[in-house]
Protein backbone atom coordinates (compact mmCIF):
# COMPACT_ATOMS: atom_id res chain seq x y z
CA UNK A 1 0.00 0.00 0.00
CA UNK A 2 0.87 3.47 -0.87
CA UNK A 3 2.33 5.66 2.39
CA UNK A 4 2.68 9.40 2.54
CA UNK A 5 4.58 10.73 5.02
CA UNK A 6 2.61 13.81 6.53
CA UNK A 7 5.59 14.46 9.11
CA UNK A 8 6.24 17.35 7.18
CA UNK A 9 3.19 17.55 5.23
CA UNK A 10 1.53 21.35 5.48
CA UNK A 11 -1.48 18.94 6.66
CA UNK A 12 -4.16 20.96 4.37
CA UNK A 13 -3.22 24.39 5.53
CA UNK A 14 -2.45 27.36 3.67
CA UNK A 15 0.90 29.60 3.14
CA UNK A 16 -1.42 32.22 4.87
CA UNK A 17 -2.07 29.88 7.88
CA UNK A 18 1.87 29.05 7.87
CA UNK A 19 3.18 32.14 7.97
CA UNK A 20 0.79 33.85 10.46
CA UNK A 21 2.14 30.48 12.56
CA UNK A 22 5.81 31.57 11.98
CA UNK A 23 4.92 35.61 12.88
CA UNK A 24 3.33 34.13 15.72
CA UNK A 25 5.83 32.57 17.22
CA UNK A 26 8.43 35.20 16.00
CA UNK A 27 6.32 37.78 18.19
CA UNK A 28 5.98 35.72 21.53
CA UNK A 29 10.05 35.10 21.10
CA UNK A 30 10.58 38.91 21.25
CA UNK A 31 12.24 37.95 17.37
CA UNK A 32 10.24 40.68 14.82
CA UNK A 33 7.41 42.04 15.00
CA UNK A 34 5.61 41.37 11.53
CA UNK A 35 1.53 41.01 10.94
CA UNK A 36 -0.48 40.00 7.93
CA UNK A 37 -2.42 43.03 7.11
CA UNK A 38 -6.33 43.16 6.92
CA UNK A 39 -7.77 42.42 3.32
CA UNK A 40 -8.73 45.43 2.08
CA UNK A 41 -12.89 45.92 2.07
CA UNK A 42 -14.79 48.94 1.00
CA UNK A 43 -17.38 48.94 3.36
CA UNK A 44 -21.29 50.58 1.97
CA UNK A 45 -23.42 49.13 4.58
CA UNK A 46 -23.74 48.65 8.01
CA UNK A 47 -26.21 47.70 10.34
CA UNK A 48 -26.14 48.38 14.18
CA UNK A 49 -28.59 46.13 15.90
CA UNK A 50 -30.09 47.08 19.20
CA UNK A 51 -27.90 45.27 22.28
CA UNK A 52 -25.29 43.99 19.46
CA UNK A 53 -22.38 43.91 17.52
CA UNK A 54 -22.38 46.11 14.02
CA UNK A 55 -22.54 43.91 11.08
CA UNK A 56 -21.56 45.25 7.79
CA UNK A 57 -24.25 43.82 5.22
CA UNK A 58 -22.35 45.34 2.00
CA UNK A 59 -19.05 45.49 1.25
CA UNK A 60 -16.76 45.06 -1.51
CA UNK A 61 -12.99 43.43 -2.10
CA UNK A 62 -10.51 46.43 -2.80
CA UNK A 63 -7.59 45.62 -4.90
CA UNK A 64 -4.07 45.82 -2.37
CA UNK A 65 -2.00 48.60 -2.78
CA UNK A 66 0.65 47.14 -1.25
CA UNK A 67 2.13 43.52 -0.10
CA UNK A 68 0.11 41.58 2.44
CA UNK A 69 2.71 41.42 5.40
CA UNK A 70 5.11 43.85 6.83
CA UNK A 71 7.00 44.99 10.09
CA UNK A 72 10.09 45.18 11.99
CA UNK A 73 13.36 43.00 12.49
CA UNK A 74 16.34 43.78 13.86
CA UNK A 75 15.41 47.20 13.17
CA UNK A 76 15.07 47.05 9.44
CA UNK A 77 11.65 47.14 7.80
CA UNK A 78 10.47 44.04 6.77
CA UNK A 79 7.77 43.66 3.43
CA UNK A 80 6.89 40.78 1.65
CA UNK A 81 4.10 38.85 -0.39
CA UNK A 82 3.29 35.69 -0.04
CA UNK A 83 2.29 33.46 -3.12
CA UNK A 84 1.57 29.67 -2.98
CA UNK A 85 1.08 27.97 -6.77
CA UNK A 86 0.08 23.90 -7.61
CA UNK A 87 2.62 24.22 -10.53
CA UNK A 88 5.51 21.77 -10.30
CA UNK A 89 7.55 23.12 -13.04
CA UNK A 90 7.10 27.46 -12.70
CA UNK A 91 5.85 30.14 -10.62
CA UNK A 92 3.50 32.28 -13.28
CA UNK A 93 4.27 35.68 -12.42
CA UNK A 94 0.21 36.60 -12.94
CA UNK A 95 0.14 35.97 -9.40
CA UNK A 96 1.59 39.02 -8.88
CA UNK A 97 0.05 42.58 -9.31
CA UNK A 98 1.73 45.33 -10.82
CA UNK A 99 1.56 47.58 -8.02
CA UNK A 100 2.56 45.45 -5.76
CA UNK A 101 5.71 45.29 -7.86
CA UNK A 102 5.52 49.12 -7.83
CA UNK A 103 5.30 49.02 -3.77
CA UNK A 104 8.27 46.79 -3.27
CA UNK A 105 11.19 48.86 -5.23
CA UNK A 106 9.87 51.85 -2.76
CA UNK A 107 10.22 49.92 -0.50
CA UNK A 108 14.11 48.98 -1.64
CA UNK A 109 14.86 52.91 -2.72
CA UNK A 110 14.26 53.58 1.19
CA UNK A 111 16.50 50.61 2.51
CA UNK A 112 14.03 48.32 3.44
CA UNK A 113 14.01 44.63 2.72
CA UNK A 114 11.21 43.31 0.03
CA UNK A 115 10.92 40.27 -0.88
CA UNK A 116 8.42 37.32 -1.87
CA UNK A 117 8.19 34.13 -0.30
CA UNK A 118 6.53 31.42 -2.64
CA UNK A 119 5.29 27.32 -1.67
CA UNK A 120 5.25 25.30 -4.56
CA UNK A 121 2.32 23.15 -2.58
CA UNK A 122 2.40 20.12 -5.27
CA UNK A 123 6.31 19.30 -4.44
CA UNK A 124 6.01 20.98 -0.82
CA UNK A 125 8.91 23.48 -1.45
CA UNK A 126 9.43 27.05 -0.23
CA UNK A 127 11.41 29.34 -1.14
CA UNK A 128 12.34 33.36 -0.37
CA UNK A 129 13.54 34.90 -3.43
CA UNK A 130 14.13 38.96 -2.52
CA UNK A 131 12.50 42.08 -4.82
CA UNK A 132 15.54 42.39 -6.70
CA UNK A 133 15.74 39.02 -8.20
CA UNK A 134 12.01 39.21 -8.72
CA UNK A 135 12.35 42.59 -10.23
CA UNK A 136 14.37 40.96 -13.24
CA UNK A 137 11.89 38.30 -13.89
CA UNK A 138 9.29 40.94 -13.64
CA UNK A 139 11.17 43.36 -16.19
CA UNK A 140 11.61 40.01 -18.82
CA UNK A 141 8.06 39.61 -18.51
CA UNK A 142 7.37 43.40 -19.05
CA UNK A 143 9.46 43.76 -22.00
CA UNK A 144 7.76 40.11 -23.95
CA UNK A 145 9.26 37.31 -22.15
CA UNK A 146 8.12 34.48 -20.24
CA UNK A 147 5.43 35.30 -18.06
CA UNK A 148 6.46 32.51 -15.04
CA UNK A 149 9.85 31.97 -13.94
CA UNK A 150 11.34 28.29 -13.99
CA UNK A 151 11.65 26.04 -10.65
CA UNK A 152 15.43 25.82 -12.21
CA UNK A 153 15.69 29.99 -12.38
CA UNK A 154 14.26 30.11 -8.50
CA UNK A 155 16.68 27.30 -7.27
CA UNK A 156 19.59 29.62 -9.23
CA UNK A 157 18.00 33.00 -7.47
CA UNK A 158 16.32 32.48 -4.29
CA UNK A 159 16.82 30.65 -1.45
CA UNK A 160 15.08 27.96 0.34
CA UNK A 161 13.63 27.40 3.15
CA UNK A 162 12.97 23.82 4.86
CA UNK A 163 9.31 24.01 6.48
CA UNK A 164 10.07 22.57 10.43
CA UNK A 165 7.40 22.49 13.00
CA UNK A 166 8.36 25.63 15.31
CA UNK A 167 8.80 28.05 13.50
CA UNK A 168 6.62 26.45 10.31
CA UNK A 169 8.83 28.72 7.97
CA UNK A 170 11.64 29.59 9.55
CA UNK A 171 12.23 33.10 6.95
CA UNK A 172 14.29 35.68 9.37
CA UNK A 173 17.57 33.80 9.25
CA UNK A 174 17.11 34.08 5.21
CA UNK A 175 17.25 37.88 5.91
CA UNK A 176 20.89 37.96 7.67
CA UNK A 177 22.23 36.79 4.52
CA UNK A 178 20.12 38.96 1.74
CA UNK B 1 -19.84 89.91 12.38
CA UNK B 2 -18.06 86.92 13.77
CA UNK B 3 -15.75 85.44 10.69
CA UNK B 4 -13.76 82.47 10.92
CA UNK B 5 -10.41 82.02 9.24
CA UNK B 6 -10.79 79.39 7.35
CA UNK B 7 -7.51 79.41 5.57
CA UNK B 8 -5.51 76.63 7.83
CA UNK B 9 -9.04 74.96 8.94
CA UNK B 10 -9.25 71.56 8.32
CA UNK B 11 -12.34 71.87 6.58
CA UNK B 12 -14.75 69.01 7.84
CA UNK B 13 -11.64 66.22 6.82
CA UNK B 14 -10.80 63.42 9.84
CA UNK B 15 -7.43 63.30 10.99
CA UNK B 16 -7.25 59.70 8.90
CA UNK B 17 -7.96 62.03 5.94
CA UNK B 18 -5.11 64.25 6.46
CA UNK B 19 -2.84 61.85 7.34
CA UNK B 20 -3.59 59.75 3.87
CA UNK B 21 -3.20 63.30 1.96
CA UNK B 22 0.38 63.55 3.41
CA UNK B 23 1.40 59.73 3.50
CA UNK B 24 -0.09 60.12 -0.61
CA UNK B 25 2.70 63.33 -0.77
CA UNK B 26 5.49 61.44 0.77
CA UNK B 27 4.86 58.77 -1.21
CA UNK B 28 4.71 60.72 -4.65
CA UNK B 29 7.61 62.89 -3.54
CA UNK B 30 9.43 59.83 -2.57
CA UNK B 31 10.29 60.46 0.97
CA UNK B 32 8.75 58.08 2.59
CA UNK B 33 6.48 54.83 1.87
CA UNK B 34 4.06 54.49 4.88
CA UNK B 35 0.05 53.69 4.45
CA UNK B 36 -2.83 53.31 6.57
CA UNK B 37 -3.73 49.42 7.24
CA UNK B 38 -6.53 48.28 6.48
CA UNK B 39 -9.76 48.07 9.02
CA UNK B 40 -9.66 44.37 10.10
CA UNK B 41 -12.82 42.97 9.48
CA UNK B 42 -14.36 39.11 10.57
CA UNK B 43 -15.80 38.16 6.82
CA UNK B 44 -18.63 35.17 7.07
CA UNK B 45 -20.76 35.81 3.94
CA UNK B 46 -19.52 36.65 0.56
CA UNK B 47 -21.97 36.22 -2.68
CA UNK B 48 -20.86 35.90 -5.82
CA UNK B 49 -23.68 37.20 -8.05
CA UNK B 50 -22.64 36.05 -12.32
CA UNK B 51 -21.20 38.71 -13.81
CA UNK B 52 -20.47 41.10 -11.03
CA UNK B 53 -17.73 41.46 -8.11
CA UNK B 54 -18.11 39.20 -5.23
CA UNK B 55 -20.70 41.25 -2.91
CA UNK B 56 -19.70 40.86 1.41
CA UNK B 57 -23.11 40.02 2.58
CA UNK B 58 -22.53 39.59 6.59
CA UNK B 59 -18.80 40.61 8.12
CA UNK B 60 -17.95 41.83 11.76
CA UNK B 61 -15.49 44.95 13.16
CA UNK B 62 -12.06 43.10 14.54
CA UNK B 63 -10.19 44.53 17.26
CA UNK B 64 -6.99 45.58 15.44
CA UNK B 65 -4.30 43.82 16.98
CA UNK B 66 -1.41 46.59 16.20
CA UNK B 67 -2.18 50.65 14.83
CA UNK B 68 -2.93 51.75 11.54
CA UNK B 69 -0.27 53.05 10.00
CA UNK B 70 3.10 51.75 9.51
CA UNK B 71 5.97 51.86 6.73
CA UNK B 72 9.56 52.60 5.86
CA UNK B 73 11.22 55.91 5.67
CA UNK B 74 15.38 56.31 5.45
CA UNK B 75 15.55 53.05 6.35
CA UNK B 76 13.46 52.86 9.84
CA UNK B 77 10.18 51.14 10.09
CA UNK B 78 7.86 53.78 11.41
CA UNK B 79 4.50 52.73 13.15
CA UNK B 80 1.92 54.98 14.86
CA UNK B 81 -1.90 55.19 15.62
CA UNK B 82 -3.83 58.68 15.13
CA UNK B 83 -6.59 59.71 17.37
CA UNK B 84 -8.27 62.79 17.04
CA UNK B 85 -10.62 64.59 20.05
CA UNK B 86 -12.81 67.44 21.01
CA UNK B 87 -12.01 67.69 24.36
CA UNK B 88 -9.84 71.10 24.68
CA UNK B 89 -7.95 70.78 27.75
CA UNK B 90 -6.59 66.83 27.75
CA UNK B 91 -6.56 63.58 25.65
CA UNK B 92 -8.66 60.72 27.04
CA UNK B 93 -6.03 57.43 27.25
CA UNK B 94 -9.35 55.19 26.78
CA UNK B 95 -8.89 56.15 23.06
CA UNK B 96 -5.88 53.97 22.51
CA UNK B 97 -6.31 49.82 22.99
CA UNK B 98 -4.01 48.14 25.28
CA UNK B 99 -2.80 45.42 22.32
CA UNK B 100 -1.54 48.81 20.82
CA UNK B 101 0.23 50.13 23.58
CA UNK B 102 1.70 46.52 24.00
CA UNK B 103 2.49 46.32 20.14
CA UNK B 104 4.06 49.75 20.40
CA UNK B 105 6.31 49.05 22.82
CA UNK B 106 7.39 45.70 20.72
CA UNK B 107 8.36 47.77 17.83
CA UNK B 108 10.44 50.07 20.15
CA UNK B 109 12.17 46.79 21.31
CA UNK B 110 13.17 46.05 17.68
CA UNK B 111 14.33 50.08 17.22
CA UNK B 112 11.19 50.92 15.30
CA UNK B 113 10.02 54.39 15.33
CA UNK B 114 6.46 53.95 17.51
CA UNK B 115 4.56 57.25 18.07
CA UNK B 116 1.14 58.75 18.69
CA UNK B 117 -0.42 61.65 16.19
CA UNK B 118 -2.78 63.39 18.19
CA UNK B 119 -5.52 66.25 16.87
CA UNK B 120 -7.06 68.57 19.10
CA UNK B 121 -10.22 68.91 16.62
CA UNK B 122 -11.63 71.93 17.99
CA UNK B 123 -8.46 73.87 18.59
CA UNK B 124 -6.73 72.75 15.55
CA UNK B 125 -3.17 71.91 17.13
CA UNK B 126 -1.62 68.94 16.27
CA UNK B 127 0.85 67.04 18.23
CA UNK B 128 3.49 64.26 17.91
CA UNK B 129 3.95 62.35 20.94
CA UNK B 130 6.62 59.18 20.73
CA UNK B 131 5.85 56.20 22.35
CA UNK B 132 8.60 56.84 25.38
CA UNK B 133 6.40 59.49 26.50
CA UNK B 134 2.68 57.79 26.20
CA UNK B 135 3.78 54.67 27.69
CA UNK B 136 4.43 57.07 30.84
CA UNK B 137 1.29 58.54 30.99
CA UNK B 138 -0.21 54.78 30.46
CA UNK B 139 1.96 53.63 33.31
CA UNK B 140 0.36 56.11 34.96
CA UNK B 141 -3.31 55.54 34.41
CA UNK B 142 -2.75 51.85 34.98
CA UNK B 143 -1.71 52.21 38.42
CA UNK B 144 -4.12 54.27 39.63
CA UNK B 145 -3.71 57.69 38.13
CA UNK B 146 -5.13 60.05 35.64
CA UNK B 147 -7.03 58.55 32.76
CA UNK B 148 -5.83 61.32 30.50
CA UNK B 149 -2.98 63.22 29.68
CA UNK B 150 -3.61 67.00 30.48
CA UNK B 151 -2.74 69.36 27.07
CA UNK B 152 0.11 70.80 29.24
CA UNK B 153 2.13 67.54 29.64
CA UNK B 154 1.51 67.36 25.92
CA UNK B 155 2.97 70.34 25.37
CA UNK B 156 6.06 69.68 27.55
CA UNK B 157 6.30 66.30 26.09
CA UNK B 158 5.63 65.90 22.57
CA UNK B 159 6.60 68.25 19.32
CA UNK B 160 3.26 70.41 17.97
CA UNK B 161 2.89 70.25 14.37
CA UNK B 162 1.52 73.27 12.62
CA UNK B 163 -0.61 71.87 10.10
CA UNK B 164 -0.06 73.13 6.29
CA UNK B 165 -0.84 72.69 2.35
CA UNK B 166 1.33 70.41 1.20
CA UNK B 167 1.95 68.19 2.89
CA UNK B 168 -1.00 68.18 5.55
CA UNK B 169 0.17 67.22 8.33
CA UNK B 170 4.27 67.38 8.11
CA UNK B 171 5.60 64.79 10.42
CA UNK B 172 8.85 63.56 8.92
CA UNK B 173 10.61 66.36 9.69
CA UNK B 174 9.58 65.30 13.22
CA UNK B 175 10.99 61.86 13.09
CA UNK B 176 14.52 63.23 12.88
CA UNK B 177 14.70 64.51 16.36
CA UNK B 178 12.67 61.85 18.13
MG1 LIG C 1 -1.72 38.64 -1.45
MG1 LIG D 1 -7.18 53.51 15.12
Redesign the interface.
Known amino acids: AKKKDFSFSNRGKTLEDELNETNDYY ?1 QL ?1 L ?2 I ?1 K ?5 Q ?1 VKVEYPSRS ?10 AP ?2 TDY ?10 FEAKETENKTSFPLKNIHDHQIH ?1 MS ?2 V ?4 LAFLIIRFSSLERYFIMRFEALEIFWNRMITGGRKSISLEEIEDTAVEIMPGAFPRIDYLPVLQNL
Chains 1, 2 share one sequence.
Open positions: LGAVHKPVPVIAAVIREAYFRSTNGVWNGRYVDHQVKHQG
